[in-house]
């Protein structure tokens, strides 16, 4: 054991989130000062074409260079920062794992999981209920199954007798006399438009 604590011990996770605040906030300044290098680059290159002396377009050309540097090493400072935001967010997350680790084992369920032998036992006999509990109904589902196996269809309440025979002919035929109507209605309807057309 070290005798004395690591700067580490001391860092609470609201220092490191101040942290990634402040350096977002950079970086999204860096990011508009990126944005308006670029627009006047491209003002300037829209000048440069429409002017038709020499010496200006050498001078836009000249500005062009000077603010294309500088906003290359904007883009390299703020590619600096997301890489320190990045280890930063790394850090608050392992702040964040630490104090969820440390709470959760302190925990009854985190003491109960530290006894092993204990925990095989339990689990062994969780797995065997479960088994059997699991067999119990595999074994109702196969006499289910071979009970219904056995069974045949009663034909006396479940199939068609006479009475039931003259009911499905007239339903069949009363059927056929109401397609028989659309149909001719139908029929009607088109010899009407075609007529009408035909005026």
Do not use: H
Not at 67 to 92: C, I, V
Not at 130 to 141: H, I, S
């Amino acid at each position: 054991m070290w005798p004395f604590k690591s700067k580490y011990d001391k860092l609470t996770r609201e220092d490191v989130v101040d942290a990634i605040c402040k350096l977002e906030k950079e970086s999204t300044a860096i990011e508009d000062e990126i944005v308006a290098k670029q627009k006047q680059i491209e003002g300037l290159k829209v000048k440069g074409k429409a002017e038709k002396s020499r010496e200006i377009k050498l001078l836009y050309a000249k500005k062009i260079n000077a603010l294309t540097a500088e906003r290359e090493q904007l883009a390299q400072r703020d590619m600096y920062l997301l890489y320190n935001l990045r280890l930063l967010n790394k850090l608050k997350q392992s702040i964040d794992d630490n104090q969820f680790f440390a709470k959760t084992s302190k925990m009854s369920l985190g003491n109960l999981l530290g006894d092993q032998k204990g925990l095989a036992k339990f689990l062994n006999k969780t797995l065997n209920t479960r088994v059997n509990a699991e067999n119990v109904l595999t074994e109702a589902d196969e006499t289910f199954k071979q009970v219904e196996e056995m069974y045949e269809k009663n034909d006396s309440i479940y199939g068609v007798n006479t009475n039931d025979d003259e009911l499905l002919a007239v339903f069949e035929s009363e059927e056929d006399m109401l397609q028989f109507e659309e149909d001719g209605a139908a029929a009607e309807e088109n010899v009407s438009v075609n007529k009408t057309d035909e005026e």
